[in-house]
């Protein structure tokens, strides 16, 4: 578990004179600190401070797939004051992964805010394995099957599924290794410990920039272009043509179920106005994520809503379960 104070404006604001928030705000994050929620939530909390009049605090709950910090949310003291960064694994495909062991409810338990950002996953291997492209992963991978090693940030996570997506697309059985978040897995496979890792952008991309980490494919379907180092790397629409593989993700922020209307809509204010501050946007960028808002708490409980047939789909194709 790793707190940090991210920023506390001492300036004098209209928000001070609010009877929300009366202190600092904790943002529960997931997964260890270096991943790509960890981030996520590190510059929306810059953001977000000086719009509360209050410090943003994070803290970093990892395991059971982001099931310990969901439950943690769902369960604090209804004022808003601690929330959660969400995402589509957590509030969409973990209920079909942990059938008959969820210890909440995404749509009971829970306020749903705004997203905060949208991205997908990259493929990539360390810079001295023999693979030039993905062409000739997979043709390693089909010659030696199950040798091939992969790290993943837990089991039921974005890479777990990305790379037993890849594995019934392309038809290649990769081992999977589980880890306890992003990061241990990228210093894994830097180390030479695993072949490669299918994960969020973020903390991937500096690596590939610098050499040390070769891009074989983003797990959209369509190049990200908009990202220095990959804008060339190839997305699944050419890879795996009429695959429909897509593995587009997105993170958001909510607080606990029964939190107050005017905390609810405070909240709102406040991680919609960080997330659309160019500062944000610009930082994530580079690391392969977009900001994205929602109009309203209301709208993003929609999109989840309907965003839950997608992800049951992907579990199913996956043939994953972790009851």
């Given at each position: ?8 404006s001492t300036?004098?604001t209209?928000a001070?004179a609010?009877?929300?928030p009366?202190?600092s705000i ?9 991943g790509a929620a960890?981030?996520?939530?590190r510059?929306l ?6 719009l509360?009049?209050?410090a943003?605090?994070i803290?970093n709950?990892p ?13 604090a003291t ?5 929330v ?7 509030f969409?495909?973990?209920?079909y992964l942990?059938?008959?062991v ?5 749509m009971r ?12 996953t990259?493929?990539v291997?360390?810079?001295d394995?023999?693979w030039?492209?993905?062409a000739?992963?997979i043709?390693?991978?089909k010659?030696?099957?199950?040798r ?19 594995g019934?697309v392309?038809g ?7 880890y306890?978040?992003?990061?241990p897995s ?6 030479g410990n ?5 994960d969020?952008?973020p903390a ?8 040390r ?5 983003v797990?959209?379907?369509r190049?990200v ?5 990959i804008?060339n ?5 050419e890879l795996a ?10 993170y958001?922020i909510?607080?606990t179920?029964g ?6 809509a405070?909240?709102?204010q ?6 659309r ?7 994530l960028?580079?690391l392969g994520f977009?900001?994205i ?8 409980t929609?999109?989840?809503?309907r ?6 789909d992907?579990?199913e194709v996956s043939g994953i379960k972790?009851d």
């Open positions: 578990m790793k707190r940090r104070t991210l920023l506390l300036l004098a209209p001070l609010q009877s929300f009366t202190r904790k943002i529960v994050v997931p997964f260890p600190p270096g960890d981030i996520t939530a510059l909390g810059e953001q977000m401070a000086p509360l009049g209050q943003v605090v803290e709950r395991g059971a797939g982001g099931n310990i910090a969901a439950e943690a949310v769902a369960r209804p004022d808003g004051h601690t959660f960064l969400g995402g589509a694994t957590i969409c495909a973990n209920k942990y059938r008959g969820m210890p909440f409810d995404t338990d829970f306020a749903h805010i705004s997203r905060v950002s949208v991205g997908t990259l493929l291997t360390r810079a394995r023999p030039q492209n993905f000739q992963f043709a390693a991978a010659q030696a099957p199950g091939i090693s992969a790290g993943n940030s837990g089991w039921g996570t974005i890479s777990n599924l990305s790379i037993a997506k890849l019934k392309a290649v059985e990769i081992s999977q290794i589980p306890r978040g992003l990061a990228l210093n894994d496979c830097l180390a695993v072949d490669l890792i299918f969020g952008m991937i991309v500096p690596h590939v920039r610098e050499g980490l070769r891009a074989l494919a797990g959209s379907q190049r272009d908009y990202v220095p180092g804008e790397v190839p997305g699944m629409a043509p009429g695959s429909d593989m897509d593995m587009e993700f997105w958001c909510s607080a179920a939190s107050p209307p005017e905390a609810v405070r909240l709102h406040a991680v919609y106005g960080a997330a501050t160019a500062t944000y946007r610009d930082k960028l580079p977009s900001a808002t929602d109009e309203s708490p209301a709208a993003l929609d999109f989840i809503r965003q839950d047939a997608v992800w049951k992907l579990v972790l």
